[in-house]
């Protein structure tokens, strides 16, 4: 049922677009002709595609193939990653949404200044976003792991494998969000080849690292595995771009996330005060007092980053808001944004 549920969900989720398509006059007419050029492109770019997929189910295999010789490590594993995937399906993919076809546009038109400040202007905003939602994994894993899961069958000893798995996980969840946005980037140029190619490296070393730190730390290890290879696949995509596209204004991207880091650094100490007074003045366990173990020091953190940003006067608050502005104004109705 929970596959019929998401297939359904799948459907629906085209099917709610069709009005808005027809209210701006797309009309479509099925037309089979495989000979077309456009077919034909696509058909040239998607075979890239394919290998890249197929390539991290192999990935995907070996991990799950190490992970089930420990008593629940899979689901441990899988837990972790949807946690994982969380803030980057939200925020990080609103960015790569909002900027793709900008570049695609700059790309087309051969506007290549204008295609690097929409990159970069991306990964400064990816790296403001995402930096707090990796601090907030780090500092509180375990609260939000007991609060949201530790009930029936789920005991005590699953939330520390589970909240141990995810913040390995946390530790790549920088590099992967902004590896996506340079493998788009990449499609924007359409070119799927290259990344295919880097994402054979990238596998490569996955299944190493997995090797290498399953042995030591087991499923956690497999976390900090995936961290390590999408850290090696960010600066491989990195490096390719650069020597294609030339300069690519590292040094605004380095200003950006020397002032995030010293924000989050911030944001990590008033989490842990928070956390520490929370647990000396309500010592006793249940649901009320695991939810403001969770809820009040990652408000709190959260302020006082953006706080601290704000005093920094870093521009990417004011790109990152317009840009989301932007996304929302297209997702609301006509009337409601008047």
């Excluded at 030339?246 to 944001?267: D, N, Q």
């Excluded at 920094?312 to 317009?322: G, Q, S, V």
Aim: glycine letters at 8%; hydrophobic letters at 55%; charged letters at 15%.
């Amino acid at each position: 049922m929970l596959a019929v549920g998401t297939t359904l969900g799948v459907a629906l989720q085209a099917l709610v677009q069709l009005p808005m398509l027809r209210r701006i006059g797309v009309r479509y007419t099925p037309v089979v002709d495989f000979k077309h050029p456009a077919i034909r492109k696509i058909g040239r770019l998607a075979v890239p595609l394919l290998g890249y997929i197929l390539l991290w189910q192999i990935g995907t295999w070996f991990i799950f193939a190490l992970a089930i010789q420990v008593d629940g490590g899979v689901p441990s594993y899988q837990y972790a990653q949807m946690f994982f995937q969380l803030p980057y399906g939200i925020f990080a993919v609103s960015i790569i949404t909002a900027i793709f076809p900008a570049m695609s546009e700059h790309s087309a038109l051969h506007k290549m200044s204008r295609f690097k400040e929409t990159m970069n202007m991306g990964i400064r905003s990816t790296i403001l976003i995402i930096v707090p939602c990796a601090v907030i994994y780090l500092t509180l894993n375990e609260p939000i792991i007991r609060f949201l899961l530790e009930h029936g069958f789920f005991k005590a000893g699953d939330t520390e494998l589970l909240s141990g798995v995810l913040f390995y996980f946390a530790l790549g969840l920088i590099p992967y969000s902004i590896d996506m946005l340079l493998t788009k980037t990449f499609y924007s140029m359409q070119d799927t080849r290259t990344p295919m190619i880097i994402n054979c490296f990238v596998v490569a070393i996955n299944i190493g690292a997995n090797l290498l730190f399953f042995n030591w730390m087991g499923v956690k290890g497999l976390a900090l595995g995936y961290a390590t290879a999408y850290l090696f696949s960010m600066l491989i995509d990195g490096t390719v771009l650069r020597l294609r596209l030339g300069r690519l204004g590292g040094r605004r991207v380095l200003s950006t996330a020397v002032k995030t880091l010293a924000a989050a650094a911030v944001m990590a100490v008033v989490i842990y005060a928070s956390h520490y007074l929370i647990v000396q003045l309500h010592p006793a366990s249940g649901l009320w007092r695991d939810l403001l173990e969770m809820l009040l020091p990652m408000a709190e953190g959260i302020v006082v980053f953006f706080f601290a940003a704000h005093v920094m006067r870093m521009e990417e608050l004011n790109t990152l808001k317009d840009m989301l502005s932007r996304q929302l104004g297209r997702l609301l109705p006509q009337r409601l944004r008047k």
